[in-house]
């Protein structure tokens, strides 16, 4: 029979399965990252975060982006905001400091994950404060207000395919591993 990618990505759905009520159990959850494999064998990255009071769940990267954001020029108070980064609505949601090029960590409405340079993050979320985004109503004129504007409709009447932005987007994050798209590269 073999491995191939079909088999990998249901191997990687009966282990988050499987592995969901141990996590619950322990008070976070197992995340399934990422799996290299042959025709024969498979290695599979699996790592386990707790949730804290509000059911997010508290992994290394949401860590490091309060630790050691400063040093890539991120405030604390930037995770899990939203911003126009690259044209794109995302969220931002932590950063690897092993990626020394795209180190911060995005998420968009559907659940797709981005990497992105401090640089945009930066550039999005002064922009984002310059614009008015601390609470008050955004006029028609601004982009990042349009972008909300579409997306709203579009998940009203389902035609993005989301889920409606019902599960934990840290937890959609985390499950989501296909072709990271650096944000604002060609």
């Not at 008015?132 to 009447?157: C, F, I, M, Y």
Request: hydrophobic content about 30%; overall charge negative; proline content about 2%.
């Amino acid at each position: 029979m073999g491995l191939g990618s079909t088999s990998i990505e249901r191997l990687r759905q009966e282990i988050n399965d499987a592995l969901s009520d141990v996590g619950e159990e322990f008070g976070g959850a197992f995340l399934v990252g990422s799996i290299r494999y042959t025709e024969n064998s498979a290695k599979i990255q699996l790592s386990f975060s707790l949730r804290d009071s509000s059911g997010v769940l508290l992994t290394r990267e949401r860590e490091d982006f309060i630790r050691v954001g400063w040093q890539y020029g991120m405030e604390p108070e930037w995770l899990d905001e939203e911003a126009l980064i690259g044209g794109r609505l995302m969220k931002i949601v932590g950063l690897k400091t092993s990626r020394h090029k795209y180190p911060i960590s995005c998420v968009d409405r559907a659940g797709r994950s981005f990497k992105c340079d401090s640089a945009s993050v930066q550039n999005a979320m002064r922009s984002r404060s310059r614009l008015g985004e601390s609470g008050e109503t955004l006029g028609n004129d601004d982009p990042l207000a349009q972008v909300r504007a579409r997306l709203e409709k579009e998940d009203g009447d389902g035609r993005d395919g989301s889920t409606g932005g019902t599960s934990d987007d840290s937890q959609r994050y985390a499950g989501h591993h296909g072709t990271e798209v650096p944000a604002g590269a060609a």
